[in-house]
């Protein structure tokens, strides 16, 4: 068998710049007639993620490469530890080459010390793909995409993305206090690590185990008006669906950000601005 070409990344959010990353790998493995291969370097000490290894190793798989694993190491820029990184995926994978995304004006093999010289020595290949750039001449990144998220710039996010952000967890009980007032929310349960973006309400689309998709208005944030130092919560308020979804899966993509956060003067007050998010939410969702 063909030793594989492999794609190697971080992959966080696997935006725009990375799908163009794999798809340079992918040009390159079917003009040789290697096998694809898509590593992510799961750096164990990382904050707030955009998604989860399991995710990132899924996005790569349907992207088109053969098969997709986590090598972890504390810090991937770091030298030892990006140096027994490269070392393990040459030992476990022998690769023909390994494809990775560079700044114009830093290799690649800067931000991962000892790469070539592992390379060299186990007769492996390197190519640097120059990271994609958004319209302004301005880099795409996984940071930024977190710093536009962080201050509620979903459209920002998306664009860079190229797809729509999504929180996925499974659906729990709350307080059961959005019933009460006929606002019922499904709450997600959502990876400690996980990144939400800024507290406020939000125009969203959700998709449910079946399939079904419908129009949400979500909610993150502390809930004020109720809760004395509450605990961010992502619930979301699926338009015309009264159904049981408690234990199920909710994928939950972001459109637009609607409102910030606030603190109601009684709870009659909060039901009323409720009622205004859910027809603006409806309006902004009708196409």
Avoid at 188 to 217: C, F, K, S, T, W
């Amino acid at each position: 068998m063909r030793r594989p070409i492999v794609v190697l990344g971080e992959f966080d959010g696997f935006h725009i710049g990375h799908r163009q990353l794999v798809h340079h790998a992918s040009l390159l493995a079917r003009r040789f007639r290697h096998p694809l291969v898509g590593v992510v370097l799961d750096d164990g000490t990382a904050g707030q993620l955009l998604n989860g290894i399991d995710e990132r190793c899924w996005v790569l798989m349907a992207s088109g490469v053969s098969s997709a694993l986590a090598v972890t190491v504390d810090a991937p820029g770091s030298g030892e530890a990006g140096s027994l990184a490269i070392a393990e995926i040459i030992e476990r994978l022998h690769p023909e080459t390994i494809v990775m995304s560079c700044l114009p004006d830093d290799p690649a093999s800067a931000r991962y010390p000892y790469l070539r010289d592992e390379c060299e020595r186990h007769n492996v290949g390197v190519i640097e793909v120059p990271r994609w750039s958004d319209p302004d001449g301005r880099l795409i990144s996984s940071a930024r995409i977190r710093s536009a998220l962080a201050v509620g710039d979903i459209a920002r996010a998306n664009d860079w993305l190229g797809r729509t952000f999504t929180l996925s967890g499974t659906v729990v009980y709350g307080s059961g206090l959005g019933r009460t007032i006929r606002f019922p929310t499904a709450n997600l349960e959502l990876p400690q690590n996980r990144l939400v973006p800024m507290n406020g309400v939000y125009a969203a689309i959700a998709l449910m185990d079946d399939g079904e998709e419908r129009r949400a208005a979500v909610n993150i944030g502390v809930r004020p008006t109720v809760e004395q130092d509450g605990k961010v919560l992502v619930e979301a308020h699926l338009l015309d669906f009264d159904g049981d979804i408690y234990g199920t899966r909710l994928h939950v993509g972001f459109r637009r950000w609607l409102r910030h956060e606030q603190r109601f003067a009684s709870v009659d007050e909060l039901i009323t601005q409720l009622g205004s998010d859910v027809q603006q939410a409806r309006m902004l969702l009708r196409n």
